[in-house]
């Protein structure tokens, strides 16, 4: 591409980019070598190679314990968040109607509330339903979080995709239904699987909420996480860290590879 | 859908049909608002009816009746004034950092190609997807005394001897800047690509010289973008949890730690309400003043 700058006339810049992008990677990845050390301390270079953190992990009954409720909750989220945002964006691209931008802002609203609110309200209001610490509590706040990120995925899908084939499909007799997931659904199917992904991860990682309405046999694995970080520095967290790195790493790795092959075919 | 609808409404003679149309189309409109609904009745009933009770219990005392006490509260002691004080500072400070990385890095990602800007936007977005968790547990590794960062400094000559770089303001901000810069860089980046190039090649070719050009055609056109993006990082800075009460060691203490605490430490829900009440019309009163300000300068620039 031509600039208005010459290229080295901006090298400056490009150093300084490299050196913030690499603000942003490397510090996470100190905790790979960190969860393969062998002593307790966590120093760096790390001293000697073991796997006794994630023996550690896998052999405690907590920690087993709270990554299977994170799972069920994760897993659930998704496949709830999904239609709900998908059918959301759809209903918003297409429909015309007066209050739009008040039924966009309310779906999205979570996103702009500190979650600390939607934490001690949610507590307050599981308190009345007896939801505090059960897995549907869970799911119904961390839907409330996952929609917000589905909807604006689909919402970009949307925009992308010619609705006049959609509008074919139905004056050849299909129905509204059968035009979407004939034909709408197969185009942007992509961004519904990111969409259903970052409903995913937006559930897996959440702490704040999970800190107030779980525990016991109940809490989540960032919940552990989060007390046992308080209390005392562990490398057992940094295998599970490395764990959850390599989790949320790779989708969109991979994701960005699939889309770089098609763009060269 | 709509759009034929309003074709077929246009070609026909006026008054055909009309009353028929006019009916499918509300009756479309219906269906495609009854797909929002499932969504809109878990925000409202998880999201708004609950912050709706929290302001109710902000000013109602356990006799049932009215009170400002909570909010008397927050005015009357130090303690509260100082976290306030303490959650803006650091906020503001995160924000301003994060615009001085995230300016250059935005810009200079919204100069390259789209396939190479793709490829180093990996950079941003693997670390806007990693639990902050993880991020603030490897921020606590590397500034520990006798950590990474402090080896390095005295490897370098910076320092002598180890110096405190976590629990305090230095960690908590360190950390927060980490964790909100794709906050700041991906709209950022969005609104700079969407920036004409030829506006800066034609501003060149008229003579202009790359700062000249850089100033006064690029950086006024990437003002929205901007304080779109800096308004975003710092509302959500006003609401941080979890990093300041790692990173701080109890001795950064921000509004959210204190609703957390309110809520266990007393036995009414009138006190965390309260905070969480101030803490949300601050939140909103930055977010409408910045909406404002960006109103203001779109009708400016056309």
């Known amino acids: 591409m031509e600039h208005y700058i010459p290229h080295r006339r901006r090298l400056w810049l490009y150093a300084l980019s490299a050196l913030i992008l690499g603000f942003l990677i490397l510090p996470t990845l100190i905790v790979i070598p960190m969860s393969f050390s062998a002593s307790d301390a966590l120093q760096f270079p790390p001293r000697g190679f073991s796997w006794r953190w994630y023996e550690a992990y896998l052999g405690t009954p907590q920690w087993r314990d709270a990554t299977l409720v994170s799972l069920k909750v994760s897993v659930l989220t998704m496949l709830l968040a999904t239609p709900i945002g998908t059918a959301a964006a759809y209903g918003l691209h297409f429909g015309r109607f007066r209050f739009a931008l008040a039924v966009y802002g309310s779906l999205v609203a979570s996103l702009m509330v500190p979650v600390i609110l939607i934490a001690i309200g949610v507590f307050f209001l599981y308190a009345k339903l007896g939801l505090v610490n059960t897995i549907p509590g869970l799911v119904l706040a961390d839907v409330l979080l996952a929609v917000p990120f589905v909807l604006i995925v689909v919402t970009a899908g949307l925009k992308s995709f010619d609705a006049n084939q959609e509008m074919v499909a139905r004056s050849l007799g299909a129905g509204r239904l059968r035009a979407f997931l004939g034909v709408t659904l197969p185009q942007i199917w992509r961004s519904v699987l990111a969409g259903a992904l970052f409903a995913f991860i937006a559930a897996f990682d959440e702490v704040v909420i999970a800190t107030l309405i779980s525990g016991g046999e109940m809490a989540t694995l960032t919940n552990r996480m989060f007390s046992s970080l308080r209390d005392e520095v562990d490398p057992t967290i940094a295998a599970i860290s490395t764990l959850l790195i390599a989790v949320t790493t790779i989708p969109p790795l991979l994701g960005h590879l699939i889309s770089a092959r098609r763009g060269r075919r | ?302």
């Open chain 2, 1 to 302: 859908m709509t759009l034929a609808a309003g074709f077929e409404a246009a070609a026909a003679p006026p008054g055909l049909n009309a009353a028929g149309l006019a009916a499918d189309e509300r009756a479309e409109r219906r269906m495609l608002l009854l797909l929002c609904s499932p969504g809109m009745l878990i925000a409202l009933v998880i999201l708004f009816l609950p912050i709706g009770w929290l302001f109710w219990f902000s000013v109602i005392d356990q006799a049932g009746s009215f009170t400002t006490e909570n909010y008397a509260r927050i005015w009357r002691e130090g303690a509260y004034v100082a976290i306030f004080l303490t959650t803006f500072e650091v906020s503001l400070l995160v924000t301003a950092v994060c615009v001085l990385l995230g300016y250059p890095l935005a810009y200079c990602l919204s100069q390259l190609s789209a396939r190479a800007a793709g490829v180093l936007l990996l950079g941003v977005v693997v670390p806007f997807w990693t639990s902050l968790l993880v991020r603030t547990y490897a921020w606590l590794v590397l500034l520990q005394r006798k950590g990474l960062v402090n080896d390095l400094l005295i490897g370098l000559g910076v320092l002598d001897r180890p110096a405190m770089l976590s629990y305090n303001t230095l960690g908590v901000t360190i950390g927060m800047t980490h964790i909100m810069l794709p906050f700041l860089v991906l709209p950022l980046y969005v609104s700079m690509r969407a920036i004409d190039p030829t506006l800066m090649k034609a501003a060149a070719s008229l003579g202009g010289r790359p700062a000249a050009v850089f100033r006064d055609v690029f950086f006024p056109l990437s003002l929205p973008g901007l304080v779109a993006g800096l308004v975003l990082t710092f509302i959500l800075c006003l609401g941080f949890y979890i990093t300041p009460a790692i990173l701080g060691g109890g001795r950064v203490q921000f509004i959210a730690q204190r609703i957390y605490a309110s809520v266990n430490l007393f036995p009414t829900w009138g006190p965390a309400s309260a905070l969480g009440v101030v803490l949300l019309v601050l939140t909103i009163t930055v977010l409408l003043l910045a909406q404002a300000l960006l109103k203001r300068w779109r009708r400016r620039f056309g």
